[in-house]
């Protein structure tokens, strides 16, 4: 029976898919709007009949009343519809549909429309890529096809199944406004001897509510007569994403309209009758008959591999071809390190992604899996063993959930570039370690997780669950198809994201600071807060994409400047003016900036690791770090050492070229100084001088002030370069793996152990 | 032992794996998929089939989605009955979709089940996949 076409859309929770989806809190601010607009509507028009049209009908015609009563039919209609009307909600996909993209998978899958590039963005509530101009209503909570825009007149979102009857419904309440204003208007041009009857009266007052409606009524209508005609949804008006570009959905003026009007309505997804498998499948099947070919290739590929790729591959369209690893046994939370299971996979690829060629910008190539760690990933992860494994492992998680914070420090740093995005996935890869926090860029974090079996799953967990539910709302904030290329949508998820993910967190975001591409995502979805236009859909992608690239190529150098690499990308974002390695400003300098650019952070950021809703899902934007604004650089160490997350970042990341290795040097040294700022939070030991150059935490340290008012603090010696030389140990180290272990090793007068944020422990030498 | 057997083959095969088939976005929002065979199907049926299977689906969502003049009457009918009419009469859309049940179903007694595959109507799951699902072979001298 088609009445079930009516329902759903409701105000409250609507009807659940034949999957579960939580019941939504009862918020009486949403009705406001809808139960406004309908006592306006029925109230206005009943006086109208009432005290209007009697006289009216007299008068002139009973064609009078009888032609606003079927106005007021059809507006009603419409209306009802549109309220009621289930707007083509997406039911949550199932688990095992999840288990094809894995964690690894990217955020954004790319799919060509009449030869126009278009994203698809994961969703993490509802766990499947958004089909072309779905969104994700954030008020509803639920993925809506062809999205238009939530109405709150309606309180209900206007899609593909409800469009219609939306449309509709302004044309007619822009006639029957019309109509009884214009009625009205007669009324009393016949009667201004009588003005002071109540008849009079109310007819003036009808008519100041229709008149008052009229203007707003009739600016949305032509906004919409002009979108229908242009074949666009208001998502796609407000968020800019065909300004000068080709509209890859429009069929032309007139189809365009027909289709809108004269379209079947499309069917519901939500609440259908499940009909029962009646077909019962046993053995013994039977086999289609193979040709030659395909059994020389059975006999050649063991058939892992192949399939794998091969599945991957025809179920991505416009992905890129890249070999990848075997994908890796789907997240599990008791599954902590996967990474370590997929070591030697991961070897293999980095020598792979070593003689590969850079890939293709990220946008337009979405590996479905993380082709495996690349080379720095592997460095990453050896020299984090060795660095680690000396460390209290418990610290180390605590040191990840805390550095978890920053929204951007979920991004995964090296994994930034998700397209093309083999040696990010690198280092997430390879942090295989505890399972991280869902959605928060874990990626950085990879390169500690892995080596640290120690890690412990909750915490991080823990610390990931309050990113995701924000990574989520993040997601869902007001639509604008961040130009993020890379971010695992594993991230995004709520759910328990892969262990390896988020091992690495705390040292990543340390080393590897967002990816570009992500930054530019980010920005958009960063602040559902933050009054920002729309990003532009299109045009910013390619830019990312080339930041990607950028990126991609400095994470491709050589293993012997790994260390630059990690170092540069991130400190890129880090430390922007910092190119030499001054003196690090005094551990209470420093600490007090931190404290002190708390409280103005505020209104950014939250203090606690779970209040990031106003920030981008992390996966999505690039590290901060990567962020080349200055201000944008201090953040990740503002927000890694306050454990604040990073506030949104509009600038697109600059990925410089990657510097020499001097300057990595110091780079890292600058990723050291805002471990210092842990160690000196945590550690009352204080840190001995040196490391960190004070240039560059002054920059940070400016930017930082700029940002939340404080001075400049003064530098101060600090115990930076040993701390830097320890800290920037994963990025360096990774090039050289032995060479970490030295300053860790300094003897015993010389090496101070220090606490730093999350527990972790550093050696430091004084 | 005979015993045994006989209770295996009363139970339904385990599943072993789903492919799920993704929809094809070239000609826009039009609901179409992909007719590229998966790899995890190679050995268990025939391309020939599975595109040809996919091929009418594809055609009968084409038919439901047309732009016609049986969809345009419908139209001008629901609103003349301020949509009523929708509480009496199925829609078009509707229609064709319980023809691609009637079809899936058909297909699963006849072609699908013999091979140990099951397709699932694509409309369970929002018209963005068609699942595949690949029940676990335990005779001897299967892959």
């Known amino acids: 029976m088609p009445s079930g076409s ?17 019941s939504k809190p009862l918020r009486p601010s949403r009705y406001v709007p809808v139960s406004a607009a309908t006592a306006f509507l029925v ?82 509530t509802c766990r499947f890529y958004r089909p072309p101009r779905c969104s994700h209503c954030s008020v509803c909570d639920n993925c809506v096809e062809d999205f238009d825009h939530h109405c709150p007149w309606v309180n209900n979102c206007i899609g593909r199944r409800n469009y219609r009857y939306f449309f509709l419904f302004l044309l007619s309440l822009t006639a029957h406004i019309m109509g009884v204003f214009g009625f009205g208007l007669l009324y009393i041009l016949y009667h201004t001897q009588q003005l002071d009857r109540v008849h009079s009266a109310v007819t003036m007052a009808v008519m100041c509510v229709s008149g008052l409606f009229f203007i707003p009524v009739v600016g949305l209508t032509g906004f919409h007569v002009v979108l229908v005609a242009r074949g666009r949804t208001t998502n796609e008006q407000v968020t800019g994403k065909f300004r000068g570009g080709v509209n890859p959905f429009t069929n032309g003026c007139l189809r365009n309209v027909s289709h809108v009007l004269c379209s079947s309505q499309a069917p519901r997804y939500l609440g259908r009758k499940r009909k029962a498998q009646t077909v019962s499948v046993q053995p013994p099947f039977l086999r289609p008959q193979l040709t030659e070919a395909q059994l020389a290739a059975k006999v050649l590929d063991n058939g892992i591999q192949g399939d794998l790729h091969r599945s991957k591959s025809s179920l991505m369209e416009s992905q890129s071809a890249d070999a990848e690893p075997p994908p890796p046994p789907p997240p599990k939370p008791e599954l902590r390190y996967p990474g370590l299971s997929r070591g030697p996979a991961g070897h293999s690829e980095e020598s792979s992604l070593l003689n590969k060629a850079p890939p293709t910008p990220t946008m337009f190539k979405y590996r479905p899996t993380y082709s495996g760690p690349g080379k720095n990933h592997t460095a990453l992860t050896h020299a984090y063993a060795n660095q680690m494994s000396r460390r209290d492992s418990l610290k180390e998680s605590s040191l990840l959930q805390s550095s978890q914070q920053p929204g951007y420090r979920s991004e995964p740093s090296l994994d930034g570039h998700e397209g093309g995005g083999v040696e990010q996935s690198g280092p997430e890869r ?45 997601h869902n904030a007001p639509p604008s198809e961040a130009t993020t290329s890379t971010s695992y949508k594993s991230l995004a998820n709520q759910t328990p994201p892969p262990a390896p993910r988020n091992g690495s967190l705390s040292y990543d975001s340390l080393l590897t600071p967002s990816e570009s591409p992500d930054f530019e995502s980010a920005v958009p979805e960063m602040s559902p807060g933050r009054p920002r236009s729309p990003v532009v859909g299109y045009s910013s992608p390619y830019l990312s994409a080339q930041i990607a690239q950028q990126r991609e190529a400095e994470l491709h150098q050589p293993c012997a400047s790994s260390t630059a690499l990690l170092a540069s ?50 996966f999505s934007r690039p590290p901060l770090l990567s962020d080349s604004g200055p201000s944008q650089s201090s953040y990740p160490y503002r927000t890694r050492s306050t454990d604040t997350p990073l506030p949104p970042t509009t600038h697109p990341p600059r990925s410089p070229h990657p510097p020499p290795l001097g300057k990595s040097l110091s780079y890292s040294s600058a990723a050291a100084a805002e471990m210092q700022y842990r160690l000196v939070r945590k550690a009352s030991a204080s840190v001995g001088g040196g490391g960190i150059q004070a240039p560059k935490d002054e920059i940070q340290m400016k930017s930082y002030s700029r940002t939340n008012g404080q001075p400049k603090p003064s530098s101060t010696p600090s115990s930076p370069s040993n701390p830097v030389s320890v800290s920037t140990r994963p990025g360096q180290a990774y090039s050289s793996a032995g060479s970490s272990q030295s300053p860790a090793h300094k003897p015993g007068g010389g090496v101070k152990k220090v606490t730093g944020v999350g527990g972790t422990t550093y050696e430091i030498s004084v | ?62 038919e439901a989605e047309k732009l016609g003049g049986r969809s345009y009457l419908e139209g001008c009918l629901a609103c003349l009955t301020a949509y009523t009419i929708f509480l009496c009469m199925e829609t078009h859309y509707e229609k064709v979709l319980k023809k691609i049940a009637k079809y899936i179903q058909e297909q699963n007694e006849k072609i699908y089940a013999p091979l140990g595959l099951l397709l699932t109507d694509p409309i369970e799951r929002g018209l963005r996949v068609v699942e595949i699902t690949i029940f676990e072979d335990r005779s001897i001298g299967s892959r």
């Not at chain 1, 209104?603 to 106003?614: K, L, M, N, S």
């Not at chain 2, 993704?22 to 609901?31: E, K, L, N, W």
């Open chain 1, 6 to 22: 009516m329902s759903g859309g409701l105000s409250g929770p609507t009807s659940p898919p034949h999957t579960t989806v939580p």
């Open chain 1, 43 to 124: 109230g206005a028009t009943t006086l109208f009949f009432c005290f209007t049209c009697p006289w009216l009908s007299e008068q002139f015609s009973i064609a009078v009343p009888i032609y606003n009563g079927i106005m007021f039919l059809f507006v009603l209609a419409n209306f009802c519809m549109a309220t009621f009307m289930d707007p083509g909600i997406f039911p949550r996909a199932e688990e095992d549909e999840d288990k094809e993209d894995d964690f690894r998978a990217p955020l954004y899958k790319t799919v060509e429309i009449r030869g126009i590039q278009v994203r698809m963005k994961w969703c993490s």
């Open chain 1, 430 to 474: 390879t942090s295989g370690g505890p399972g991280g926090p869902p959605g928060s860029g874990i990626t950085g974090y990879s390169l500690g997780g892995r080596s640290y079996p120690s890690f412990s799953d909750p915490t991080v967990l823990a610390g990931g669950a309050s990113r995701s539910s924000s990574v989520r709302s993040s």
């Open chain 1, 569 to 618: 990308p991130q400190h890129a974002g880090y430390l922007r003016g910092s190119t030499s390695s001054p003196p690090a400003p005094p551990e209470r300098e420093r600490e007090r900036l931190l404290h002190d650019s708390q409280p103005p952070h505020h209104h950014h950021h939250h203090h606690h690791h779970h209040h990031h809703h106003h920030r981008p899902p992390r």
């Open chain 2, 1 to 62: 032992m005979a015993e045994t057997h006989s209770l295996q083959d009363l139970r339904q095969a385990a599943v072993a794996s789903k492919v799920f088939v993704q929809r094809d976005y070239t000609s826009g929002t039009i609901c179409k998929f992909q007719t590229k065979f998966p790899a995890e199907l190679e050995s268990r049926i025939d391309k020939q089939q599975f595109e040809e299977t996919i091929q009418t689906l594809n055609n009968l969502y084409a």
